[in-house]
């Protein structure tokens, strides 16, 4: 057979009259079986999922903020209040209240587990009496806008595949992120701006030893490119290639898209891959980007009591505070969801110095930012989502307690989330006495995300993408939506 013969006969692209008819005849087949076999056609295919017909219910959400805070906050020194661990420091932890459950290889081999409480004080606050850290002053004063969820619990007990799991619904690499699954059911609803857009920052607690974070977090896995996050950096090119190169003008730009869009619609009419559509409607999105962009980033113009109310490292650009601020000028902008995630939670020593650090970072940015958003009317229709990837365990980790540390823990840690429809003033969930174990109303990561999706307007086990002969979807084959925390 000859070279010309063989790429027509093999490749998937190539739609020679010989490969058409070859695998057409297949398809027909397939068609016709599926008619005669009852539920092998679903209504799930990805054919049947348009943006006519998302929502598949009224949303309570446009748009997500999602403040992620990387590395795993220890909820027992800021949201979930253990008076028990003070009084029985130093004691051993009770085999009972273990129960053999998988401890990481950083505390495996420790003679003992000496209980440790909390190293700042617990106030209630606000009508609810939420139980808050005195390392929170500002969160605390917005604790009535807050449903704090204190059940959540993961199988995933390591960094990497925790916060995957948090991002994609798996613990493995190569699924679509949730910015990229909204990105593709509901779309955009600006069409100067992507979608999903991401912004990075770097605490002051533990940031030598933060975990890494990568690209494919927010990534698209098998969904079209087109639904990539866009990271914004902080610098003179806030996103990467986007500027024109020196001596090329704005003008002689739009020629060379156009150009090449006549280009690539020829090779789409010839290949058929819907890949070369998506790389048409990037190049059409980078070059609108090029005026909205500067404009989106440019916080130049805000008032002095905005600066105030972010705290004053919101001047500096690429900072958590700055980033807020970003996140609610992109909110205005309904970009779709906005996710940040901000480096150094990751406590294993140091823990007092640490934290104190990381909530210095965040605590007044996140509470302005609900507060901003709030007094600017966007606050009912956008979810703001506070949380890591696991929480940290009720003992030290390391014999010295003033040095102490806390190792991973997926059995329980704490979120918050506000607006977009979640009840405001509760607090849902309760763990056990050490603050160990859930024992009343516990939340799964998939019920979490699925939680999330539903006040979008989307049921979870409705929004699928067919690839390799499997229908995939943020939660898998798991989830419930938690309907208490719902308006």
Same mark, same amino acid.
């Given at each position: 057979? !000859? ?11 190539? @739609? ?14 397939? +068609? &016709? ?15 049947? /999922? ?10 309570? &959400? ?48 420790? !003679? ?17 009496? &939420? *139980? ?23 199988? +995933?007990?390591?960094? %990497? ?81 986007? =500027? ?5 003008? #704005? ?11 006549? @280009? ?33 980033? %440019? ?9 105030? @109310? ?10 958590? +505070? ?22 150094? *939670?990751?406590?294993?020593? %140091? ?10 970072? =965040?605590?007044?940015?996140?509470? &302005?930012?609900?507060?901003? @958003? ?7 229709? =956008?979810?703001? /989502? ?22 991973? #823990? ?5 979120? *918050? ?23 009343? %109303?516990?939340? #799964? ?12 307007? /989307? ?6 993408? !067919? #690839? ?14 938690? !309907?208490? /925390?719902?308006?």
């Amino acid at each position: 057979m !000859k070279e010309k013969e063989l790429l027509e006969y093999f490749s998937p692209l190539e @739609l020679s009259r010989r490969a058409f008819l070859k695998s057409a005849g297949t398809g027909i087949g397939v +068609a &016709a079986l599926s008619s005669l076999i009852p539920g092998c056609m679903s209504k799930n295919e990805p054919s049947a /999922i348009s943006h006519q017909k998302l929502p598949h219910h009224a949303p309570t &959400a446009k748009r997500v903020i999602y403040l992620f805070q990387s590395g795993g906050p220890a909820q027992m020194e800021l949201f979930d209040y253990k008076p028990l661990l003070k009084q029985r420091e130093g004691e051993d932890l009770p085999d009972s209240v273990r129960q053999g459950q998988r401890l990481t290889g950083m505390t495996a081999n420790q !003679k003992g587990f000496p209980l440790k409480g909390a190293v700042h004080n617990f106030k209630q606050y606000g009508q609810s009496g &939420a *139980w808050l850290s005195d390392l929170l002053p500002h969160t605390a004063k917005i604790a009535d806008d807050l449903c704090f969820v204190k059940s959540l619990h993961t199988e +995933a007990i390591n960094h %990497d595949p925790a916060m995957t799991f948090f991002q994609s619904g798996s613990q493995l690499s190569g699924r679509p992120s949730m910015g990229s699954w909204l990105s593709y059911g509901l779309g955009s609803n600006n069409e100067n701006l992507p979608a999903f857009c991401v912004l990075l920052s770097k605490g002051t607690g533990r940031v030598a030893a933060a975990q890494p974070l990568s690209s494919r977090l927010w990534g698209t896995g098998f969904l079209p490119s087109l639904h990539q996050g866009v990271q914004f950096r902080s610098g003179k090119e806030p996103v990467l290639y986007l =500027t024109n190169p020196e001596g090329v003008s #704005h003008h002689s730009r739009r020629r060379v898209l156009d150009h090449l869009k006549e @280009l690539n619609e020829l090779y789409h009419a010839e290949v058929q891959d819907p890949e070369v559509n998506t790389r048409i409607a990037q190049y059409e999105m980078a070059y609108r980007m090029q005026t909205s962009v500067p404009e989106v980033m %440019d916080v130049s113009d805000e008032p002095e009591e905005v600066y105030e @109310l972010y705290g004053p490292e919101s001047r500096i650009p690429g900072t958590y +505070a700055a980033n807020c601020l970003l996140a609610r000028k992109l909110a205005e902008r309904d970009v779709r969801f906005i996710q940040l995630y901000h480096q150094g *939670w990751d406590h294993h020593n %140091d823990l007092p110095d640490h934290i104190g650090k990381q909530c210095k970072d =965040t605590d007044q940015a996140s509470a &302005a930012l609900v507060t901003d @958003l709030k007094r600017r009317g966007l606050l009912d229709d =956008t979810l703001v /989502i506070w949380g890591g990837e696991f929480g940290r365990t009720n003992f030290s980790q390391g014999s010295d307690v003033h040095r102490y540390g806390r190792d991973h #823990h997926p059995r329980c840690f704490s979120a *918050w989330m506000a607006g977009g429809g979640v009840k405001p003033g509760i607090s849902y969930g309760e763990t056990d006495e050490f603050g160990y174990n859930v024992v009343k %109303d516990p939340v #799964h990561v998939h019920d979490f995300q699925a939680t999330i999706l539903h006040t979008l307007g /989307i049921n979870h086990e409705a929004l699928v993408f !067919k #690839h390799q002969g499997r229908r995939f979807r943020l939660t898998d084959v798991h989830g419930n939506v938690v !309907k208490d /925390i719902l308006s």
